[in-house]
């Protein structure tokens, strides 16, 4: 293996190789294309679309809304127009087979092709990567846009392969749907893909049981459908444009950003005032992030704005024991420090009779039988389909299950057995010429995903070029700047109240698994700046061939 001489397929040669067909390949491939390099994307999928291909699960849609869930480029919205505020994942599935059309780059992927493992090649500065099926690329540029959620995760739970039934992860759906309608259903975990499912399976279910451990914070959506020709009247005055550049000043990359006032600041009425028109008139997560300034900083700060969300989910859920289960008195940690999903009428779905909770924490999962559940109290609910709604591995598992090696001979998880560590969430030290997106220490989990991945492929985009101009061929992250950028990441992290939930994006989800800051929560603004600040002053950040002036430590000013 590694070895042109190797018997089977000869090597292909390309500048750059692209895995993952997602937003972020498809915006990158064309800039690189522009550049006039050689690119390809690989995608083990049959289809483009990420996570929106195997995310089939009923009820699947984006917690971001349109203009700004899409890539930004005029001509790609000039003549498509999603159908809904927050599109699903059927909409978004045309959306990508309209981006693939629009940039003609089906000639460009390859799907069913599965990228094995890589190598760097010192002699030649160039990345030997191999597939599944055998095909073999050298490639100058070698660039992971797997996302964040590509390794799903299934906890140990006795018994899991003895049921007769149907049983699914929520990240691997059958692509031909499954029959819900009257079928007796239980669906384990309730992060987003739980309160979609349960809230689009539960009316037509003949039962659904929820296996809940922690209440997820739910925000309503404020779903509509759009108007196609007020959306083209909003194109041609600005509106999209505007919300796009705007996505690039704010915190999350959406439209909006916290209220710039601290909570004790503002009168009980003012507070009551802004929180029902961030929640009730206006939706979406800008009760997340349009909150006050310290919402997600501060205890009591928090608790105000926890007691008021409970006050609006109580008087949605008529009965005491959904509701304390729901929306506890006590909560479970502060509000917004684990996602919260946004939901339609998940509250009044969850009220039928034939809906029911079982608090895992008081009654947990012994086992799975042949026929159903069974839980700690030796009651075995039966069940026609088990739906698996536990998440995934987050952020950093996809990219620590390749066999992609360093120079060291390491790969990307053993880079990190010490503890997580990249250069800008963008690179590695010791994988020379490697860029990954949408994954660790950038913004990721608390950003707009495009607006995070488009960001990142300009930046990878320019760096490129630069380094073509200036004939560099090596280009590496700095071990000092990794460790500078960890503590960086670190520091905003315990600056918050995020370390306090037991979340994924601390990697608390997976049990055994270092908990530790997975993701950047800094903002966007200072993010794209500490990425431009390397940019502009010759890659502070990063090691390059041949130009000794390119080697100073990176600025401190991010
Ligand atoms: O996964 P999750 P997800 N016994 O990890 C529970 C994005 N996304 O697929 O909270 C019982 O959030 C676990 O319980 P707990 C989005 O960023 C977006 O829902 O750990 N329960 C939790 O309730 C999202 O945040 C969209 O106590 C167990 C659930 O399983 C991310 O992907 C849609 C358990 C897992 O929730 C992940 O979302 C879908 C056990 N042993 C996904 N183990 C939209 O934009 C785990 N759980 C709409």
Redesign the pocket.
């Known amino acids: 293996m590694y070895d042109d001489k190797t018997a089977g397929q000869p090597v292909r040669e390309l500048d750059a190789l692209i895995v993952g067909a997602g937003f972020s390949a498809f915006s990158l491939m064309n800039k690189l294309r522009k550049q006039g390099l050689s690119a390809k994307i690989f995608e083990k999928a049959p289809a483009s679309g990420g996570i929106w291909h195997w995310?089939q699960y009923p009820g699947?849609?984006?917690?971001s809304d349109t203009p700004i869930y899409q890539l930004f480029e005029p001509e790609l919205y000039e003549d498509f127009t999603f159908k809904e505020r927050y599109a699903d994942s059927k909409d978004l599935k045309r959306y990508f087979q309209h981006v693939e059309k629009k940039w003609d780059l089906l000639k460009d992927i390859e799907y069913n092709r599965n990228v094995d493992a890589a190598r760097f090649d010192e002699a030649r500065n160039k990345w030997l990567v191999e597939c599944s099926d055998g095909t073999k690329v050298r490639c100058r540029w070698f660039v992971l846009t797997i996302g964040f959620?590509s390794r799903r995760y299934v906890?140990k739970m006795k018994g899991l392969g003895d049921f007769r039934g149907e049983m699914y992860h929520?990240?691997q759906w059958p692509q031909w749907g499954v029959n819900l309608k009257n079928k007796r259903i239980a669906v384990?975990?309730?992060?987003?893909?739980?309160i979609?499912t349960i809230q689009e399976a539960g009316p037509d279910a003949k039962s659904l049981t929820v296996?809940q451990?922690?209440p997820n914070m739910c925000l309503p959506m404020n779903q509509r459908p759009l108007d196609p020709v007020e959306e083209e009247k909003k194109k041609a005055d600005g509106v999209y444009a505007r919300a796009h550049r705007e996505s690039y000043t704010t915190f999350s990359g959406f439209t909006f950003d916290f209220h710039q006032q601290d909570t004790f600041d503002a009168t009980p009425e003012e507070r009551e005032r802004l929180y029902h028109r961030l929640m009730i008139e206006e939706g979406g997560f800008r009760f997340w992030f349009g909150n006050f300034r310290d919402f997600l900083f501060d205890e009591a700060a928090n608790d105000e704005g926890y007691n008021f969300w409970r006050k609006t989910v109580l008087a949605r859920v008529p009965d005491p024991e959904k509701a304390a289960l729901l929306a506890p008195e006590k909560k479970p940690h502060p509000w917004g420090t684990?996602?919260a999903?946004l939901e339609q009428n998940f509250y009044e779905v969850v009220s039928q009779p034939h809906i029911s909770i079982v608090d895992?924490n008081k009654n947990g999962?012994a086992e799975i039988t042949e026929t159903g559940i069974r839980t700690a109290d030796g009651v075995l609910r039966e069940f026609d389909v088990i739906v698996l709604?536990?998440?995934?591995d987050?952020v950093t598992g996809g990219l620590a299950s390749l066999d992609v090696r360093g120079t060291d001979g390491s790969t990307i998880g053993e880079h990190w057995r010490n503890g997580l560590r990249t250069s800008m969430g963008i690179s590695l030290n010791k994988f020379p010429n490697l860029f990954f997106t949408y994954g660790p220490q950038a913004p990721t989990?608390f950003a707009n995903g495009p607006t995070c991945t488009q960001i990142q492929g300009e930046f990878i985009d320019k760096a490129v070029q630069k380094l073509r101009q200036e004939g560099i061929t090596r280009f590496e992250a700095k071990k000092e700047v990794e460790d500078e950028w960890g503590e960086k990441v670190k520091e905003k992290w315990y600056g918050s109240l995020f370390p306090q939930a037991?979340s994924?994006y601390q990697g608390a989800?997976i049990p055994g698994r270092r908990v530790e800051p997975l993701n950047w929560v800094g903002g966007v603004p200072a993010y794209i700046q500490a990425l431009n600040d390397s940019l502009e002053n010759n890659f502070q950040a990063w090691h390059t061939d041949g130009l000794d002036k390119l080697t100073t430590r990176i600025s401190s000013s991010l």
């Open positions: 995310n699947a849609r984006v917690d959620a906890p929520t990240a384990i975990g309730t992060g987003a893909s739980g979609q296996y451990r922690t684990k996602r999903s895992v999962i709604a536990t998440g995934f987050a989990a037991k994924w989800n």
